[in-house]
């Protein structure tokens, strides 16, 4: 029996070994199309663009597998996200479309393996507001799923576009979370020249999208009660909120107090993924002791180990209450929609 007890992973991901090989239907097409190549019953290559750009095992799509590790790790539930090389924000619409609906439901089919220790994340085409709007309707609605995970910009677009409104309106309505995540296929390829596009390119790209969300009007236009949690612990968010705020009072000296990112910034959630108590401590500080919940990124070489690391800090750093509300209680009470 599953410990009530247990941990919630927020942040975990997943990929099909049977994901659609778009980049074989779209002839004369140049964009690197995901595809997935078995190798054996427990391991395979995505690929990008027909190359090969990343080894993985079965943790990635077996069921029983991932319950094995939870069982051993302390974790009473996952959610599942999409691999954020699959998100093809820039890519063209319609397969991006078909992409993304057949991840969905074959997330349906592992979440399937055992709801009560699974739930999802989907994935949406972005690039086209209506078709996104339509599959996070089919997530929430049809499939069950608790939201979905998007990237952290839309080709050339942000995640403040005006075009977007509707998607993330749509999100308010139906009380899904969106879970931003960078992917590093968009990252600036001045970072893997200095050989850090994870140590600095992901969290800082996560900080940028979030500053221009908080600093850029998105959210006072916006249908309030959206819940947009950031992966990473916000990235570089909690150390730029203040010099944001005094960004924009060098724009405007009569910035009402409740407009800066600061204040906006207490709308947000993040994961716990940051490998260090101080930091955590700062994004339980910008977000507030509700909206910080557990992250892994299981299964992949980020991941934190042991799962909940950051959490066995001394109690005169993190009491026992603070470790059980990231570790379980916010997002279970995400989960039941409270």
């Known amino acids: 029996m599953t410990d009530p007890d247990g941990l919630v992973d927020l942040h975990t991901h997943a990929i099909s070994p049977d994901l659609p090989d778009l980049g074989q239907r779209q002839a004369g097409q140049s964009y690197r199309w995901p595809s997935v190549r078995r190798l054996d019953e427990t391991s395979a290559r995505i690929l990008l663009g027909g190359q090969p750009y990343r080894m993985v095992d079965e943790r990635c799509w077996s069921a029983p597998r991932r319950l094995k590790d939870m069982d051993e790790d302390g974790v009473a539930l ?4 999409p691999t ?7 890519a063209p619409a319609e397969p991006a479309a078909e992409l993304a609906a057949a991840q969905n439901t074959w997330l349906a089919e592992l979440v399937g393996h055992d709801p009560s220790r699974f739930r999802a994340l989907g994935a949406v085409p972005l690039q086209d507001t209506e078709r996104a709007v339509a599959e996070l309707r089919r ?3 049809e499939l069950g799923f608790l939201g979905v995970e998007i990237g952290t910009r839309v080709g050339q677009r942000e995640l403040g576009d005006e075009s977007l409104d509707p998607f993330f309106d749509t999100a308010a309505e139906l009380g899904a979370l969106v879970f931003v995540h960078p992917a590093d296929v968009t990252l600036d390829p001045r970072l893997a020249g200095l050989g850090i596009p994870f140590g600095a390119g ?16 998105a959210f006072t236009r916006r249908r309030p009660g959206l819940r947009l949690c950031l992966a990473h612990g916000g990235g570089t968010l909690p150390w730029l909120l203040p010099r944001l705020d005094k960004g924009e009072q060098i724009k405007d000296a009569g910035v009402p107090a409740e407009r800066l990112p600061s204040a906006l910034a207490v709308q947000l959630y993040s994961d716990s993924l940051t490998y260090d108590t101080a930091s955590l401590l700062l994004a339980v500080q910008r977000y507030g002791e509700q909206h910080v919940m557990l992250g892994t990124d299981y299964p992949f070489a980020a991941k934190e180990d042991p799962t909940g690391a950051v959490l066995m800090a001394p109690d005169d750093q993190l009491s026992p209450a603070l470790k059980a509300a990231i570790g379980r209680d916010n997002a279970r009470a995400l989960l039941e929609g409270r």
């Open 139 to 141: 997530c929430v609605t």
């Open 202 to 217: 992901m969290p800082s790209e996560t900080g940028i999208a979030a500053a221009g969300l908080l600093a850029g009007g």
């Open 78 to 81: 996952q959610v599942v996200s």
């Open 84 to 90: 954020p090389v699959t998100f093809c924000h820039d």
